[in-house]
């Protein structure tokens, strides 16, 4: 498989055009130095299809992997590329500072996008699906049908799919049906009346993809499935009594899902995004992905009404919509999973009522998932139910469907207690299901506030305010995660308990900030986006820099999911050619180039993607042998830093701040089993003991550990 930065000059000619920041034609600023960030989320992409190759995950596992990089794909195509074509239409196409233009890019993207899908098919094809076989999953094309399932399946599709389907015509009388983003679709041509005809038919995602066949019709097997597209172009002429059915073809668009917003213009922020949403479902063609047989007639006809051109269709002799693999994890067999590991419980379940007594002496670190998520439904819950707590503030980005914590949020504002909600409606393809939860909120007596113009609230916050014996008290969650208990079983995040009253007082005037006109522009310990987290961490590395001028030693550690800032990226080069060293953990998009003579040689970039998804923000800095850590919701990208609500929150309990870095830091810093590399060329390399045995990985490092301390308690 090709890398995407491979298509750019090799990699001792950027070395050779960027020696030094004053031997270089632009100096820092120079295009040769920095990593073009859509080429670089495709190189995450591919690391994550290699966790759907890797034997070392179990094999139901490696199907999810294979769903996770299709929906990814989706993703990207409908935000990045949709936004790429956006630009050209207006006739915008300068380079950027990696010296790309929007035509150059949108090439290669396309190229690498359709390798990448070919990859994700061959390991179907020849890896993954054979395995399955052999461990009694079988998922039957149409001619390995017997007898026996085509006599089910007819029953099946009449009983459970046909009174589902929609049959669309398309002719003088009936428009071109509307296409939804992401939907499998069956493009028909039919004879009627004499005349070739087209129809189309949704295949609703109400149906799962995979349809199981019962042991009776599978000749006594258990775990057989068929795809519901063929059972459905099988059965698809009984929708068309009188007509003849002269071909059935599989297609699906990706449209332009980034939801433009002209907050100059609202008056009513959840009006305005509610009709955003109606006018998005429409939103422009960024791929259209078709079957090969499709004759060219009937792809004339879908280019034409989609009124896109030939250079966004995508042909594949493949399945299409590989995003439904993620289905696969809810089959029924444990022993090809991931083992079940009991997250440790910071307050015991039976017994929480101490929760507000502990945070009035110390501060409390969670680490999720290897510590449950039910540590923050624990606190949240112990402050809906104890008399004492009088108000409860929390910001919701990324809910979930099934939200515990709204629920809790709901009892406490039934019970009279003062409940503010930040609700983030313009959380990307999170907007319905937040206006959603933001209705039941305001329904049962909660102050809901829907974010600030042209910024989006980020900050992952709950402030508990508690009247006691002495005054009153107050207490925060600030955490790198969203308060979503379904991702949380899947993510890796942190989180601090504290009340330490600096701390929390700059919570609760954020929160006056985000709900009132407060507009505070110095905060005593959080770090905030935009106000003031530039510049303190610009002030952070260019400490740094000092100590390493002064003799002392000097170093960061920084772990987060993304580096796309050139300030930011100017400032790490400046303190690498000073004598800094800096560690970089990036799961996602890095700009940066390591290693560069003069430049960066003394940054490393390391990115570990496993079997949980990195998540979590841990800023550590040296700072002359008196370390500054730091963790929150913010990664080092000019969304992050200048145009959303962020927090980091500075960790001042000396056992936790040690234990970020000596612990959580150290074991990433020495994985060798899910760890890769990055070069100046832009690739990732595996480390040389990744397959050996003994090989550490961090991710599980941390479930041992956590569960020994668990043990030892």
């Known amino acids: 498989m090709a890398s995407a930065a491979e298509r750019r000059p090799a990699a001792d000619e950027t070395t050779q055009a960027a020696t030094t920041s004053t031997g270089s034609p632009g100096g820092l600023t120079d295009p040769s130095l920095y990593i073009n960030r859509e080429l670089s989320w495709l190189e995450f992409n591919w690391r994550v299809l290699a966790q759907a190759q890797d034997p070392y995950h179990p094999l139901l596992e490696r199907a999810k992997f294979l769903g996770i990089v299709a929906t990814n794909l989706d993703e990207f195509f409908m935000v990045r590329v949709a936004t790429l074509l956006r630009q050209l239409r207006t006739g915008v196409d300068q380079a950027g500072p990696d010296g790309w233009t929007g035509r150059e890019l949108l090439r290669v993207v396309r190229a690498t996008a359709v390798e990448m899908q070919e990859a994700q098919a061959a390991c179907w094809a020849q890896d993954i699906r054979p395995k399955l076989v052999a461990a009694g999953i079988r998922i039957l094309e149409p001619a390995e049908y017997t007898d ?53 038919v949704k295949l609703p995602s109400v149906l799962p993809r995979f349809v199981p066949i019962p042991p009776g019709a599978a000749g006594g097997r258990e775990s057989t499935f068929v795809f519901l597209e063929d059972v459905v172009r099988a059965q698809v002429a009984t929708l068309f009594p ?11 668009v990706i449209r332009d ?40 007639r009937v792809l004339d006809t879908l ?88 108000a409860i503030k929390m910001t919701l980005y990324r809910i979930g469907h099934d939200s515990p914590l709204v629920d809790l949020l709901v009892e406490a504002a039934e019970a009279g207690k003062q409940v503010a909600v930040l609700v983030e409606l313009k959380a990307r393809f999170d907007e319905e299901n937040n206006i959603r939860w933001a209705h039941r909120l305001e329904a049962a007596g909660a102050h809901v506030v829907y974010g600030l113009p042209h910024l989006k609230t980020h900050a992952k916050l ?31 995040d942190l989180g601090i308990f504290t009340s330490r009253p600096d701390v929390v007082e700059d919570v609760a005037d954020l929160f006056h900030h985000l709900t009132g006109y407060a507009d505070r522009r110095e905060y005593r310990q959080l770090l905030v986006a935009p106000v003031t987290m530039r510049q303190h961490i610009l002030g952070l590395i260019d400490g740094e820099i000092a100590h390493a001028a002064a003799g002392r030693p000097a170093r960061m550690a920084l772990k987060f999911n993304a580096l ?34 003069g430049v960066s040689d003394r940054i490393t ?44 929150c500075p960790v001042v309990d000396p056992a936790i701040a040690s234990h970020l870095h000596d612990v959580v830091i150290d074991a990433y810093q020495r994985d060798t089993h899910r760890s890769r590399s990055l070069g100046s060329d832009g690739r990732y390399v595996p480390h040389a003991a990744a397959s050996q045995p003994g090989a550490l990985n961090a991710q599980d490092t941390f479930l041992a550990w956590y569960s020994e301390a668990e043990a030892n308690k």
């Open 148 to 200: 026996e399932v085509r006599a089910y399946l007819e029953t099946y599709f009449a009983r459970e799919i046909r009174p589902v389907l929609t049959p669309l015509a398309f002719d003088p009388g009936h428009p071109f049906p509307f296409i939804s983003n992401l939907s499998l679709n069956l493009a028909l041509v039919v004879k009627y009346a004499g005349q070739l005809r087209f129809a189309r």
């Open 242 to 252: 009188g007509t003849t059915v002269k071909g059935a073809y599989l297609f699906r």
């Open 257 to 296: 899902a980034d939801l433009v917003i002209q907050e100059d213009e609202a008056h009513d922020l959840l009006a305005l995004i509610d009709e955003g949403l109606r006018h998005q479902r429409h939103g422009a063609v960024a791929s259209l992905e078709v079957e090969q047989s499709m004759p060219r």
């Open 303 to 390: 280019v034409q009404n989609f009124e896109t051109d030939e250079s966004h269709v995508v042909r594949t002799s493949h399945r299409l919509g590989f995003g439904s693999w993620i289905e696969l994890g809810g089959i029924a067999r444990a022993d090809l999973k991931h083992p079940v590991f009991p997250a440790n419980q910071m307050w015991p379940a039976h017994d929480p009522s101490g929760i507000f007594e502990d945070l009035r002496h110390r501060d409390r670190l969670v680490h999720i998932p290897f510590q449950s998520f039910g540590a923050i439904e624990s606190f949240v819950r112990e402050a809906v139910r104890d008399p004492l707590v009088v």
């Open 462 to 492: 709950c402030l508990v305010v508690r009247k006691e014996a002495d005054g009153i008290r107050q207490y925060a969650h600030v955490g790198t995660g969203n308060y979503n208990s379904s991702t949380a079983r899947a993510y890796v």
């Open 564 to 597: 796309t800032d050139h300030e930011m990226i100017r400032a790490l080069y400046r303190a690498s050619q000073a004598g800094v060293t800096v560690d970089l953990i990036i799961r996602g998009v890095c700009c940066l180039k390591p290693g560069i003579a």
């Open 605 to 648: 970039v390391r990115s570990i993607v496993g079997r949980f998804l990195e998540h979590s923000r841990v800023y550590w800095f040296h700072n002359g042998g008196e370390p500054r850590v730091y963790i929150g919701s913010s990664d080092l990208m000019e969304r992050n830093l200048d145009r959303r609500v962020e927090v980091l």
